[in-house]
């Protein structure tokens, strides 16, 4: 069922030449453009110390996530969808194990953070931008979907543990969110 899914979302690659080149740079860009996007949030004119703090969050739930995933990786060795003939790729093949997906643990990890947070305007934003990111990552052959469910679960468990261990108004948090 993972393959055929995989397929059929994989199957309109190739058909359109600007709707490739799209996904392709959502691909690329759409983890750098996250980040930037969570970094500009320092300069947030409302409620700037919680929106400092989500995003300093957002950086460390982003940063467990792909810990958690190199734990996983040792364990996992899942062959890549283009290597098992269920997909056509569009980009230059990746040298490392299929699962779990790294953009979907990044980019889950900011939403889930930016959610814990409270902060609804900005977690829709960030969820649509995600939810493009990992659908590219199937659209371009890379993954499968199993591999970008099991990325969104690392993302959110690296964002629950960071929610855990970095605490709102806590010392640290009260210095950090305070530079410039």
């Known amino acids: ?5 995989t397929h059929r979302v994989n199957a309109e690659a190739g058909l359109s030449p600007i709707l490739d080149r799209a996904m392709i740079g959502v691909s690329q860009f759409g983890v750098p453009l996250m980040v930037l996007a969570i970094v500009l949030q320092w300069w947030a ?4 110390y919680h929106v400092r703090h989500a ?4 950086g460390l739930s982003f940063l467990l996530g792909l810990a958690i995933n190199q734990f996983i990786l040792l364990f996992v060795h899942r062959m890549r969808p283009y290597d098992a003939g ?6 230059a093949p990746s040298a490392d194990w299929s699962f779990p997906s790294d953009h979907a ?3 889950i990890a900011v939403v889930a ?4 947070r409270r902060l609804p305007r900005r977690t829709i934003g960030l969820l649509v931008v995600a939810f493009l990111i990992c659908w590219s990552r199937i659209y371009i052959g890379t993954h499968y979907l199993t591999d ?10 690296g964002a629950v543990v ?3 261990i970095y605490r709102e108004n806590s010392r640290l948090d009260n210095l950090v969110t305070k530079i410039l």
């Not at 004119?45 to 700037?48: H, V």
């Not at 269920?86 to 980009?91: A, Q, S, Y």
């Not at 953070?113 to 814990?116: D, S």
Request: aromatic letters at 2%.
């Open 113 to 116: 953070a930016f959610a814990m």
């Open 105 to 107: 643990t990044a980019t």
């Open 162 to 164: 960071a929610r855990l």
């Open 55 to 58: 995003a300093l969050a957002a």
């Open 1 to 5: 069922m993972d393959a055929a899914l």
């Open 45 to 48: 004119k409302t409620d700037r």
């Open 86 to 91: 269920v997909t056509h790729l569009l980009i």
């Open 148 to 157: 970008v469910i099991g990325g969104a679960i690392t993302g959110a468990l």
